[in-house]
C-alpha cells in the first residue's frame, strides 16, 4: 500500500473512531440535560396546579390530571415515560410524566403532568446519522485532500524516489534531485544527493583502478611468459622444470585473470556501445569449431538443435559470452558425456550432466565464485555472461534438474 493511501485509511478510521466516541457522549449529554429541563417544567407546572387548588380555583389544562386522594396517602413525586396512542397520526407518541401527590388547604390531591418529547430511539438515530453525514463528508474532504494538497507536498519526495529507482553508479551523468519547501524533505534530498555523488566519485575511481590495473599488469606478465618460455628451453633437471611448468601455468591464469577483469571494466564503462545485426546460428557454430579441439580432449559431443536466429547486439561480447558458456559447460561435463546445445526463436540454451553445485546457487553469477575443485578457474566467466546480458536486457537463468545444469538465454 502508498504511502498516501496508508496514512489516508489511518486518518479515516481515527476520524470514525473520534466521531462515534463524540457521538454516544452526545447522546447520554443531551439526554441528561433535555430530561433535567423536562422535570424542572413538570415540577414547575405542578407547583403551579398545587397553589391553584389551594387558592380554590379550578383548574383544566391538557395532558393535565387531578385527583384528590385520602389524606392517609404520603406525598411522593415520581418521574416516568409512557407511550399514548395518537388517532390523528395513528401511532404512538413518547410522553414523560410527573406523577405528584401533594396535601394543601384544599385538600390532598395527586396530579398527573404530562409532556411529549422526542424519543430517546430518535433521538440516538438522528444524532449518528448527522454523525454519519459528517464522517462521510470528511472522508471525501481527506481523499480530496490528499489528492491535490498531499500530492503537491509529497511532489518531490516520488519524484526523488523515481530517480533514485532509475539511478545507477555507473552513470556517467550526475543524479540530479528535487528541492522541497519541507525541511524533513529537503534534507532527504541533500543527503541523497550528498550519498550519490560519493557513490559515483567512489565506483569511477574503483573502476579507473582496475581497468589501470589490469593494463600495467599486461606487460609484466608478458615479460614474465617470455622469460620463462626461453627458461624452459634450456637443459634443466626435472624438479626445477616441473616448477617452470607450474609457473607458466600461473602466469597464464594471472593472464587470464586480467583479460577478464578489464573486460568487466570495459563492460562497466559501456566501452562496447556499437551493435550490428548477428547471425546467431553462424557465430554459435563457429564458435562450436573453435573448440572442437577441447571437446576432442574431453572426450565429449556436442548435440546440436540449431535454428537461424537473427539479434542485434555487439559482435565481440556475443562472441565471449557463447564463448564463456560453451567453455564452461565442457569443463564441468565428465569425460565420455554430451552437451546439448538449443538455438531457437528468442532462445538459447545449453545444458550439461555434472554434480550439483558445491555452493548455494544465487552466488552463481557473482564475481569470483567457483567450484573449490577447479582452482584453474577465474570465477569470472558467468559474471561476464551475467553482465553483458545486463548490457543488453537479456534474461539469463540457470537450474539444475535431473543431474544437469542448464543455462538459458531470453533474447
Known sequence: MKLLQQSLRYNIIITV???????????????????AEIREQLEYQAEEIHQSLERGHSVSYPLVEIEKVDNSIGAYSIFRDTLIYDPLQDKSEDYYYL???K?????????????TYIGWNEYSSTIFTMLFFTALLLTLLNVMASYFFNKKIWSPFFYNLDKLKKFSVSSEEPISLQSSKVIEFKELQESLQDLADRSQKEYKALREFTENASHEMQTPLG???S??????????NEEIAGHIVQAKSGVERLKKLNKSLLLLAKLDNNAYPDKTEISLDTLLKRQLELLEELLAGNETAAIVNIAPVHIHAN????????????????????PGNNINIFLSGNKFRITNPGAPLDFPEDFLF??????????????LGLSIVYRICQLNNWKVAYEYREGHHSFSIIF
Open 17 to 35: 473512531i473520534s466521531l462515534t466516541v463524540a457521538g454516544i457522549f452526545m447522546y447520554y449529554l443531551l439526554k441528561k440535560e433535555i430530561i
Open 103 to 115: 396535601k394543601n388547604n384544599a385538600g390532598n390531591y395527586r396530579i398527573r403532568v404530562m409532556t
Open 315 to 334: 559482435l565481440f561480447l556475443t562472441e565471449v559470452m557463447l564463448s564463456n558458456l560453451l567453455s564452461n559447460a565442457i569443463r564441468y561435463t565428465a
Open 366 to 379: 557473482q564475481r569470483f565464485r567457483k567450484s573449490p575443485q577447479n582452482i584453474q578457474a577465474t570465477g
Open 223 to 225: 615479460i614474465i611468459q
Open 99 to 101: 406523577l405528584s401527590v
Open 227 to 236: 622469460k620463462l618460455d626461453r627458461m624452459s628451453q634450456a637443459e634443466l
